[in-house]
């Protein structure tokens, strides 16, 4: 029993020792890496309260982005407001939608202190497609705001990858 239990936690060490080495990490535990003074960053946007703007101000904090006022900022995120779009793919025999495409975007721009672009305006998008059940009404609402919820951390993941993607290229 104990030689069972011993060599199950070795493979369990090595394996763990394994992954770790070649370089292996969880999606969205890294951090951005940004240069310094990209960490410095002020949110303007029309519609602070929303939901995009909360889930990208706190996916940006929580990988080192520091929220600062405007004149003290380094840089500005211009973030414009979030659209979703749903329209039928296809139609089943009784002629109901049978499969939809749900689609997620917002604009977005980066301004030096300066106030010059250094980030036009990009736009951000996740598309997702689903099946419908007519029958079920209530499960695709909430199916399809779970899905809404699960793009918007996409859109955000996505232009946390455009600017890192930027800010290193440009050192």
């Not at 090595?14 to 310094?36: D, K, M, N």
Request: proline share 3%.
């Amino acid at each position: 029993m104990y030689r069972h239990s011993a060599r199950l936690t070795t493979a369990i060490f090595a394996l763990t020792c394994l992954v770790s080495a070649c370089g292996f990490q969880l999606r969205g535990t890294g951090g951005t890496g940004l240069p310094e003074e990209w960490k410095s960053m002020y949110l303007a946007t029309s519609s602070p309260n929303s939901e995009l703007s909360r889930e990208l101000s706190s996916n940006f904090s929580a990988n080192g982005i520091l929220w600062v006022d405007s004149d003290q900022a380094n840089f500005t995120l211009n973030l414009g407001p979030e659209r979703f779009n749903q329209r039928n793919l296809s139609i089943n025999s009784q002629a109901r939608a049978s499969e939809f495409e749900l689609s997620l975007t917002a604009e977005f721009s980066v301004l030096n202190a300066g106030r010059i672009p250094v980030i036009e305006n990009s736009t951000a998008s996740v598309v997702k497609q689903m099946e419908n059940d007519p029958r079920n009404v209530v499960g695709k609402a909430e199916e399809i705001r779970i899905l809404k919820d699960e793009m918007r951390t996409e859109l955000v993941q996505q232009i946390m990858r455009r600017i890192g993607y930027f800010a290193t290229s440009t050192q």
